[in-house]
């Protein structure tokens, strides 16, 4: 037996290939075709003697099923999961209407959803759908081919580590005893910063108020209406999202049915899919034609209207001199990062890499890159991974790679010593989860919670914009931009570095909510009769969301929305903000705060100055002249401090930021829990412990002060320590007292306010 592979479109996509299996008795060679994208033709591929015996497509993105109708011949099965199955009808009718692609009620007659082992040449070969993540209903597939001892390749398609819309991601140690991995190594190390900055826009001007409009492709908008679904789980932020033309019609086929998306596949008045305070998403991903077009006409006179195009391509995005409103873009590119790709190689181990969705240059960085034989040669010749029972290595390769793919065979003994290693195991199961959960989806949960409570988006690191292509004419002058899906070429940028987070974090439980400006909230630590501990932390202060509006009545009569998939990678963004409220677009002057290095902190003690709370201590030593001091719990100090280090910034800077946070809560009515007591933290303690912590108390001191005094001596913090000297604080002093003067407050110690809003900063972090 002889397995080849070869290319299908190399100087195009580059993510299609042709897997042929020679046997020396057969008349006729059997080749599986693994997705059509651009330029496939299957009469330049296959030979007199051989024939189709299945198409793998990954998923629906029109750079894998472009060139399906040439593609296909010899009444192959056209294989897919069921997700991308149940929507194919809908694709490849925007297929039709955008890219010519022909014969589309032939090819559905073909396609058939799996999730299980499925013969593709009887007793010789056969596929099993994986997990992809990237996009809702996308897959790879493992093939195996042979019955003793099997050849097995990996088909990873388009994929990434987290899940898409519920679609789990993939998981390479779900895979042992592989011969070959068919890499996509299309990446980007920024889409999750991208990610968390669009999802954090929808839902900040909706909640605004403002009619906010998303163009998108088909399954992209998909993707983002889970996961503004599963927004108010995480960040307790409720949003109204409806959805129109082809992105309701991918998302009601695939049986999603989330209670605040409502669907609209046509419609004959685009203003029954816009509401003030909702998210109406809508394809294409620039607003030119269809329904993207339609409804941006309707709002484009609207100042308080918002236009959040989120591309995945070669698109000419509107900018803010196309409406009175916002405008924005944003990037949508869902692939991994290169670390997952060396992740990838590293954890399977495989004896091939064949290098997918990559050409020319770009193939360049991956030749010996990893422990294996890699194939990154990006070109149209077949090639032979495994003849007569043994693997062939690429004709190329040195003694020295040779060697180092020695030994990672032989590293994978268990696996190669027993036959039959993936019968014994279960493979990961393709079906869609229940629920949303926007951090496994990508969201980076703990920025977009502070964005939604202070109304700013995370400072973002500077990068340089990826120039547009020029948009081809429409028939009635207008530009029009190239409706095509992404994921054609690599996605790159530097690597995203994880968020650095304080080492100690508090379980706050659940705090009880009231209709006032300010609840109870506790901060004193109580011990109870079963031998409580102690817990300092506020519970997290909850925003209040908008009520969603009732559902319009929607005309159905006519036009169906139009758009296709996931756009080409590159876009400029606008000049608008990308959801972020300005100070003048607020009203309010902009101010800016120098930070300075932390004053030294007082540790004899409570300060004996005024009772004020926070008191201005221009004489306080080794204070400056701006200095305020300010009495909090020696917890919370410590932890602003050790955060303060973890970040590079100063204490000062620290708490800035945390009363500036709560002042924007409060100013925007949302419930501030602010309370003088602390909720009892119970263990279960035997007896003997109840009697050791008896013994150990001060003659003079309570249970729950000398638990408390032996934890922070534990912890390395001095229990007294409960002053702390902030530069450049000032400003905030007269609003913390206007706080603890309200008659709604519960707290009249202004300290007390400062404590609650590093409590609430610090476990958001």
């Known amino acids: 037996m002889e397995i ?88 490849f009718a925007e297929g039709k209407r955008h890219y010519g692609l022909s014969e589309t009620e032939a090819l559905l007659g073909h396609v058939e959803g799996i999730d299980s082992w499925r013969d593709v040449v009887a007793g010789t070969v056969r596929v099993h759908p994986v997990p992809a993540g990237h996009a809702p209903g996308a897959c790879g597939f493992l093939v195996e081919v042979g019955d003793e001892d099997p050849f097995h390749a990996l088909v990873t398609g388009d994929f990434t580590p987290r899940d898409a819309g519920g679609y789990p991601g993939f998981e390479p140690e779900n895979y042992f005893d592989i011969d070959a991995v068919f890499l996509t190594a299309a990446t980007n190390d920024d889409f999750e910063d991208e990610l968390t900055e669009t ?51 991918l998302y009601d086929r695939l049986g999603y049915d989330h209670d605040n998306v409502e669907t609209v596949p046509t419609y004959s008045d685009p203003k029954t899919c816009l509401n003030a305070g909702a998210v109406t998403i809508a394809g294409p991903e620039v607003p030119v034609e269809g329904s993207s077009a339609r409804l941006f006409r ?61 050409h ?103 990068s340089q914009p990826t120039p547009n292509a020029e948009a081809s004419g429409s028939s009635r002058g207008e530009r029009r931009a190239t409706v095509a899906d992404g994921g054609l070429y690599e996605t790159t940028g530097p690597a995203i570095s994880e968020q650095k987070r304080a080492r100690v974090t508090v379980d706050t439980g659940d705090a009880d909510q009231s209709e006032e400006l300010f609840d109870t909230v506790s901060t004193q630590v109580v011990l109870s009769a079963e031998a409580d501990t102690t817990n300092d932390s506020a519970p997290e202060s909850v925003d209040t969301a908008p009520e969603p509006t009732p559902k319009d009545d929607v005309n159905t009569d006519d036009e169906d929305g139009t758009d296709a998939g996931e756009r080409l990678e590159s876009v400029t963004g606008s000049n608008e903000s990308t959801g ?24 004899d003690g409570a300060s004996e100055q005024s009772v004020s709370g926070v008191r201005s201590s221009a004489a306080m030593e080794g204070g400056a002249d701006d200095a305020t001091t300010v009495e909090i719990d020696p917890v919370v100090r410590s932890l602003a401090a050790e ?20 002042l924007a809560a409060v100013l925007r009515g949302d419930n501030v829990h602010i309370e003088p007591d602390a909720p009892a933290t119970t263990i279960d303690a035997d007896s003997a412990l109840e009697q050791v912590i008896e013994q150990s108390m001060a003659d003079d001191a309570d249970v729950s002060t000398s638990v408390r005094r032996t934890l922070c001596k534990g912890l390395g913090i001095d229990p007294d320590a409960r002053t702390i000297s902030v530069a450049g604080f000032d400003t905030f002093v007269p609003l913390v007292d206007a706080i603890a003067e309200n008659d709604d407050s519960a707290v009249t110690d202004p300290d007390q306010i400062v404590q609650v809003a590093l409590e609430h900063h610090l476990t958001d972090q």
């Not at 100063?650 to 945390?658: E, L, M, P």
Request: hydrophobic share 35%; net charge negative.
């Open 643 to 662: 955060y303060a280090d973890d970040c590079g910034t100063t204490i000062d800077a620290v708490v800035a930021d945390a009363v500036e946070e709560l």
């Open 199 to 249: 999802v954090g826009t929808l839902v900040q001007r909706a909640s605004e108020g403002s009619t906010t409009l998303c163009t998108t492709s088909g399954l992209t908008g998909v993707h983002l209406a889970t996961l503004l679904a599963g927004v108010e789980r995480d960040t307790e932020r409720a949003v109204r999202v409806i959805l129109a033309g082809q992105v309701a019609k």
């Open 298 to 358: 309707a709002i484009e006179d609207d100042p308080n209207a918002t236009l959040v195009q989120v591309q995945g391509g070669n698109t000419d995005a509107k900018d803010s001199g196309d409406a009175k409103g916002t405008v924005s873009s944003t990037m949508f590119t869902n692939h991994p990062s290169e670390d997952v790709l060396d992740d990838v190689v590293d954890t399977i181990s495989p004896i091939h890499v064949v290098v997918e969705h990559q």
């Open 4 to 91: 080849t592979y070869q290319h299908a479109n190399p100087h195009s996509g580059n993510e299609s290939f042709l897997l042929r299996i020679r046997e020396k008795h057969e008349a006729r060679t059997p080749c599986i075709l693994v997705d059509a994208g651009d330029g496939v033709d299957a009469g330049e591929l296959l030979g007199d003697d051989e024939y189709l015996a299945a198409i793998l497509l990954t998923h629906a993105h029109v750079d894998h099923y472009r060139s399906l109708d040439d593609a296909h011949r010899d009444r192959a099965p056209i294989l897919t999961s069921p997700g991308t199955a149940a929507i194919v009808e809908d694709v």
């Open 580 to 603: 972020s409220i300005e100070a003048d677009e607020r009203g309010e002057p902009e101010q800016t705060r120098e930070e300075t290095t932390e004053e030294p902190i007082d540790n």
């Open 360 to 462: 020319g240059r770009a193939t360049e960085r991956y030749k010996d890159k990893w422990d294996a034989y890699t194939w990154a040669n990006g070109d149209a010749t077949e090639q032979t991974l495994f003849r007569d029972g043994s693997i062939v290595a690429p004709p190329w390769v040195g003694e020295k790679t040779h060697s180092r793919v020695r030994g990672r065979e032989q590293s994978r003994t268990v696996a190669a010593s027993n036959d039959g290693l993936l019968e014994q195991l279960s493979l990961p199961e393709i079906g869609r989860r229940d629920q949303i959960d926007l951090a496994a989806e990508g969201v980076d949960v703990k920025p977009l919670r502070k964005r939604l409570r202070t109304g700013r988006p995370a400072p973002e690191t500077t």
